[in-house]
């Protein structure tokens, strides 16, 4: 995921590397330090000693365990940074035998129950209860921890950071045409509240039939958007480009007037920390038209860098969307707000600074804890 590697290949303190299962769009993340877990060969009488004599768990009997604990040896760690929580559930086994501290990030996803895993939550309340620091996207997804059990003494803020001179901020005066542009950039899936854009954007088009939607990103959910967009008869005036660059991205983020994300929470629990490509939105000064939801009140301020209402309130989004695109100097006074919010609150040289900050804290505290030097 960009933000991840935008934090990974901005350390500048510590040198890592990275531990991956297989390696994706190497020409998008250029980074050398990569060690390739590959599957283990099955050894079928040690397999299963260590299952059925020992009762250790899949990731020891699997080889997983041997094959994590000899990249960290050969390279020399002295901790480890797990993305996900789900993984760190995953690696509970390890991190409970490993002898150096381990920092779990949680970003939105990895907090919700899951079903189809039984006794899950109650290895994520262990998890939360070994590690001797969590890191979380935002304040809502802190909350969260701690209701899970997590110590809040043990809790960072690890906020996403944006390359603010890859998104530089642009005026944008009301168009001659009234063809103004509207801007959603998400994963398809439920949370995002696609299906919200859209019917807003239905009936935005009553009151202003040239303004155009464009709809970026890929996801399992894009053939069912299409189809919507379609059967609300919007084919011609929504654009979905699909998977784009970060300059791609930028290029419709300074041709657009308003970005909206009506973001919302799932049946499953499923929820936002802070979307990225809001963030990387409001850097060009573009306001913010989105919901009361996850950590997106922790980075638009409500009236000044955007609009909130509540989730599913598609009503309340038509009508904060109609305030903008009525008010041309409320708008480029709040989007000028929204570049200065982020520089001020996300840039990221300061976050990629706060994070090895946390690191040295927790292997400062780790000597002082274990008596090691």
Request: charged share 30%.
């Amino acid at each position: 995921m960009l933000h991840i590697y935008r934090q990974v290949s901005g350390l500048r303190k510590f040198d890592t590397f990275v531990i991956a299962k297989e390696r994706r769009s190497e020409d998008r993340f250029p980074f050398d330090a990569v060690e390739i877990h590959s599957k283990v060969r099955s050894n079928f009488i040690r397999r299963f000693w260590l299952k059925y004599i020992k009762k250790e768990p899949a990731i020891v009997y699997r080889g997983e365990y041997r094959v994590l604990e000899r990249a960290l040896q050969k390279r020399k760690a002295d901790m480890m940074h797990v993305y996900f929580g789900h993984t760190g559930v995953h690696l509970l086994p390890f991190i409970k035998r490993w002898d150096r501290p381990v920092v779990v990030s949680f970003h939105g996803m990895d907090v919700q129950p899951r079903e189809d895993q039984p006794g899950y939550v109650d290895r994520l309340r262990d998890l939360l209860r070994t590690l001797p620091m969590v890191m979380a996207r935002s304040e809502s997804l802190k909350q969260r921890l701690i209701e899970l059990g997590c110590d809040e003494s043990k809790i960072r803020l690890n906020r996403t950071g944006i390359p603010m001179e890859g998104f530089p901020v642009i005026e944008r005066p009301a168009p001659q045409d009234g063809q103004w542009r509207l801007i959603q950039a998400c994963r398809m899936v439920e949370k995002k509240g696609l299906d919200d854009t859209l019917n807003v954007f239905a009936e935005l088009l009553k009151s202003y039939p040239n303004a155009r939607l464009t709809l970026a990103g890929d996801g399992p959910l894009m053939e069912e958007t299409q189809k919507l967009a379609e059967e609300l008869g919007l084919t011609g005036q929504v654009d979905f480009p699909g998977f784009l660059s970060s300059e791609e991205l930028r290029d419709l983020y300074h041709q657009s007037h308003i970005f909206i994300h009506p973001s919302r929470i799932t049946a499953d629990q499923n929820q936002e920390g802070i979307p990225n490509a809001m963030l990387e939105a409001m850097a060009t000064a573009l306001p913010v038209v989105a919901t009361l939801h996850g950590g997106i009140p922790e980075a638009v301020k409500q009236g000044e860098t955007g609009l909130l209402v509540e989730e599913r309130d598609r009503e309340g989004l038509l009508e904060q969307v109609k305030c903008l695109l009525e008010d041309n100097d409320y708008r480029q006074r709040m989007g000028r707000a929204a570049g200065e919010s982020m520089r001020a609150d996300f840039e990221q040289s300061a976050q990629v600074a706060r994070l090895e900050g946390y690191y040295q804290e927790l292997l400062d505290r780790w000597k002082v804890d274990h008596g090691s030097e």
